[in-house]
């Protein structure tokens, strides 16, 4: 298919939903779902940042467990079936799988050879793992959840790191937040933005506490740093 990218692995094989620019090469994005999988928001994602002049790559996380997950954002029976899938995902495991998709990415004709890793929630979570144990270009996280459970690793981030944080996050307490903030203080290519009066997935299309203001300047700021980054 035109927009799939095959991504192999030692284990296996898996699909990547993929969104191309109009020009001949792009720097690339990886983009990591949340729970709800490469879903109708996550390749809309994807052809925004293609829009943008990125060749935008959203592989399937959860490709071990139930390949080809696209839930609903507003579905209570979809929320608990990506639940499960969430809990029982192999962290360690979804890393390397996403350092195979940026070392395909990268070698693809179509590509200029600098990628970075984008992701929300669970994505956001293996962005900055994926960041702090290989190399990658640039690194975006959106309220990634547990962050706080890995701060022992910021010591490998290499990458330049962005990080969105909405204030009132119900999955990222205020006390993880400041952990996560005095962890990433000590690192001068890290940068995080707080957001007054945002919840969980603030930037999420169609989501429950989507807000437009903040979601838009979320990703102008992305736009930005992903230009800068990856020239």
Wanted: aromatic residues 8%; contains cysteine.
């Amino acid at each position: 298919m035109e927009n799939q990218t095959i991504i192999m692995s030692v284990d296996g094989t898996f699909g990547a939903y993929t969104a191309r620019p109009k020009g001949l090469r792009a720097p690339a994005v990886v983009v990591l779902q949340e729970l709800f999988g490469v879903n109708a928001d996550i390749r809309k994602t994807c052809d925004e940042l293609a829009e943008q002049g990125f060749l935008a790559v959203a592989p399937d996380l959860f490709w071990r467990q139930e390949p080809g997950v696209d839930l609903s954002v507003t579905s209570e029976p979809d929320w608990q079936h990506g639940l499960r899938l969430y809990q029982a995902y192999d962290r360690d495991v979804g890393v390397r799988d996403v350092k195979d998709t940026v070392d395909i990415v990268a070698k693809l004709p179509e590509c200029t050879g600098k990628v970075a890793v984008l992701g929300y929630c669970l994505g956001a979570l293996i962005t900055f793992l994926t960041a702090a144990r290989y190399d990658v270009d640039a690194a975006v996280a959106y309220h990634g959840g547990d962050t706080e459970k890995y701060l022992g690793e910021v010591s490998g981030l290499r990458a330049p790191l962005l990080m969105h944080l909405g204030e009132e996050d119900e999955f990222i307490s205020k006390p993880a937040q400041a952990e996560i903030k005095a962890a990433l203080a000590r690192k001068a290519n890290a940068t995080i933005y707080s957001y007054p009066g945002q919840r969980h997935a603030f930037s999420r299309h169609n989501g429950a506490h989507y807000n437009a203001a903040a979601a838009a300047l979320a990703n102008r700021r992305t736009n930005e740093f992903l230009h800068q980054q990856l020239q």
